[in-house]
């Protein structure tokens, strides 16, 4: 690597959407000073500018924003604060010992951090890793790139559309599409609860009269040169097609909103532990990975629902971040959360035992009536009701110092009637 320019910074900041600006926001206002964000696309804000529908802000700002107007409020407020930034610039590498190597138009650059924070976001799930048989003809995308298409480069991406997932993108995507003209014909859902947020549901599908089948999968695609039908199959409970249970809907698109993926190719070079459920780093309650002096926020760490959640969630690993770097962390012994019934993670993964905490809960299935239970070993530390759960709303519960700095485990599950 003796190509690359060296250069010495405190803070490094991987990824300029709503995670990485946040994260350099907070660092900023919390002391750190040599700071800069890479940003491999050639505009900054993620994936928010192609977002033109409202309801992003309402946890921050408290009122409806889209999500140009959303990312402009951070962007005005990096240029405000004077934070560098790096555009079409692209991370290469991170050794443990945190250099960062960097790709740019300018020059080859080796950054010395003495923190960095991973911001990198996700990518959508496609096709090719959910195995959908038939031919490969044009007019299958993820709804993703058919939002970007349709938003910001006015180009129609079909008429006839079936949505394979029920996912937030593809639920907006549906009524995007309908306001567009097109005729969404179902949305196809294999699990047998949807995968979205409520409110989306209802302004996105009842609201505009489109099919939502749950317990149904696309089984094959069909056409040459473009999408001229697909297959659909009733499911059942092990996720299984059911033979005779099929049915043809002619259509010349299928859009895929099937999840989405952590990018964290790039946290493995610097050797951070994943966790296998949620894809992302593992992380104690400062937000720092594995790696000392490394940290992790936003949707490479877990998938969000709410933007707004992303930023809080950077706002917590930058002031992390400016901590490490000015002073010397006290490192005690940290608590290892145990996931037990009824959740598919709790993050993070490591808490102490002398800070007040926020933790991250996703369920496995949608339940009324449910309460949350904290345990050290076998004894109720505290229990939290809800009127309802489901694994498409990220629950947040607090916990405070006072009710954590006696224990010795900490196991959270879903209390059974």
Known sequence: MNNFTSQDVDLIVIGGGPAGLAAAISAKKNGAQNLIIIERNNWLGGILPQCIHDGFGLEIFHEPLTGPEYAQRYIDELKKLNIPYMLNSMALEITPDKKVFVASP????????????????????????????????????????AQNLINLKNMMVGKDVVILGSGDIGMIMARRLTLEG????????????????????????????????????????????????????????????????????????????IGLIPENDLSKTCGVKLSPV?????????????????????????????????SLEAERAGKSASECILKEQRKEKRIHIEVG????????????????????????????????????????????KFRKVHPAQMIKIKLKKSETKNINTLRVEVLQK
Do not use: W
């Open 278 to 310: 949620t894809r992302g780093a593992i992380v104690d309650e400062n937000l720092e990975t594995s790696v000392q002096g490394v940290f992790a926020c936003g949707n490479v760490l877990h998938v969000h629902d709410v933007v707004d959640f992303v």
């Open 182 to 257: 097109a005729k969404v014909h179902a949305i196809v859902e294999i699990l047998s609860h949807t995968n979205g947020l409520p409110r989306n549901i209802q302004q996105c599908l009842i609201d505009y009269e489109i099919p939502l089948l749950l317990s149904h999968t696309v089984t094959e695609i069909q056409g040459i040169n473009r999408v001229e039908s697909i297959i659909i199959s009733q499911v059942n409970e092990k996720l299984t097609s059911i033979k005779g249970k099929e049915r043809k809907i002619k259509c010349d698109t299928l859009l895929l909103s």
């Open 106 to 145: 300018e020059d080859l650059f080796c950054f010395q951090a003495k923190a960095i924070i991973l911001a990198m976001g996700c990518r959508e799930r496609t096709r090719g890793q959910i195995y959908i048989p038939g031919t490969r003809p044009a007019g299958v995308y993820t709804a993703g790139v």
């Open 341 to 384: 019934d009824g959740l598919s993670y709790v993050l993070p993964q490591y808490i102490s035992r002398d800070t007040d905490l926020e933790l991250s809960i996703r369920v496995l299935n949608p339940r009324e009536d449910a309460s949350i239970g904290f345990f050290d070993k076998d004894a109720l530390l505290k229990a939290e």
